[in-house]
């Protein structure tokens, strides 16, 4: 089963033949973010679905009481790079506002139920972010 370093690596060489489809049905993208202390550039293979052309990803860390690093560098910089298969884009990346967030939170706990515990686990309210392709 791939998974970090190693799933961004196979994802991007057979452009997402491996690695697109993940576990229990869900599917990966790569999110690339510029570090916010360092400045490089971090790559995460991350679950998502669409929403309205949009693609949406869940900041869960499984849980833990912080944000993912990937979240914090996305608020410092939400100009991202995303991958989906074969297809690389810049994105705007933002997180769902309340309005938003209990319906595309449902989305996500649908493709992947444990998002459900993991929010249980945690005080911490888990942000969904929006991938907005740029322009």
Same mark, same amino acid.
């Given at each position: 089963?791939?998974?970090?370093?190693?799933?961004?690596?196979?994802?991007?060489?057979?452009?997402?033949?491996?690695?697109?489809?993940?576990?229990?049905?869900?599917?990966?993208?790569?999110?690339?973010?510029?570090?916010?202390?360092?400045?490089?550039?971090?790559?995460?293979?991350?679950?998502?679905?669409?929403?309205?052309?949009?693609?949406?990803?869940?900041?869960?860390?499984?849980?833990?009481?912080?944000?993912?690093?990937?979240?914090?560098?996305?608020?410092? %910089?939400?100009?991202?790079?995303?991958?989906?298969?074969?297809?690389?884009?810049?994105?705007?990346?933002?997180?769902?506002?309340?309005?938003?967030?209990?319906?595309?939170?449902?989305?996500?706990?649908?493709?992947?139920? %444990?998002?459900?515990?993991?929010?249980?686990?945690?005080?911490?309210?888990?942000?969904?972010?929006?991938?907005?392709?740029?322009?």
């Amino acid at each position: 089963m791939l998974f970090g370093q190693e799933h961004v690596e196979r994802y991007e060489a057979t452009d997402g033949e491996e690695g697109h489809d993940w576990q229990k049905g869900t599917t990966i993208l790569i999110l690339t973010t510029k570090g916010r202390k360092s400045g490089e550039t971090r790559k995460n293979p991350l679950i998502y679905t669409e929403n309205d052309g949009d693609y949406v990803i869940v900041a869960s860390r499984g849980g833990t009481p912080d944000h993912p690093g990937w979240y914090l560098n996305l608020k410092d %910089d939400p100009e991202v790079e995303v991958q989906v298969k074969d297809d690389k884009f810049t994105a705007r990346a933002r997180t769902a506002g309340p309005d938003e967030k209990p319906e595309l939170w449902k989305k996500m706990a649908a493709a992947w139920p %444990d998002y459900d515990d993991y929010q249980k686990k945690t005080d911490r309210e888990i942000p969904v972010v929006v991938l907005e392709r740029a322009a």
